[in-house]
Nanobody, 120 residues
Framework: QVQLVESGGGLVRPGGSLRLSCAAS????????MGWYRQAPGKERELVAT???????EYADSVKGRFTISRDNAKNTVFLQMNSLKLEDTAIYYC??????????????WGQGTQVTVSS
């Protein structure tokens, strides 16, 4: 009952920037944690960055200093600003949200993914 829709992926040259957005909708009472994960071809899905409702953040070592996660609690939206993109950042990026539904059950929902391709 909670849907996540990502946007903002695309093709960018090395050193370029992209901004991903993810909006959550549905039977949401409160969202605790939101985050971005990615999966490159032939690899397992990995954490990119997470942010709590109180704006505490965590980043993968590979993106520290280049990516910034932020959220708008009023709009149930999370963003990922990606700067200084590298070839190895190419992957499908997935949004994740964890929280409590209006039925007071826990949810852990995923978006459908958005492709980010870094290529010269």
């Amino acid at each position: 009952q909670v849907q996540l829709v990502e946007s903002g992926g695309g093709l960018v040259r090395p050193g370029g920037s992209l901004r991903l957005s993810c909006a959550a909708s549905g039977s949401i009472f409160s969202i605790y944690d939101m985050g971005w994960y990615r999966q490159a071809p032939g690899k397992e899905r990995e954490l990119v960055a997470t942010i709590t409702r109180g704006a505490m953040t965590e980043y993968a070592d590979s993106v520290k200093g280049r990516f910034t996660i932020s959220r708008d609690n009023a709009k149930n939206t999370v963003f990922l600003q990606m700067n200084s993109l590298k070839l190895e950042d190419t992957a499908i990026y997935y949004c994740n949200a964890k929280g409590i539904s209006t039925g007071f059950t826990y949810f852990d929902s995923w978006g459908q993914g958005t492709q980010v391709t870094v290529s010269s």
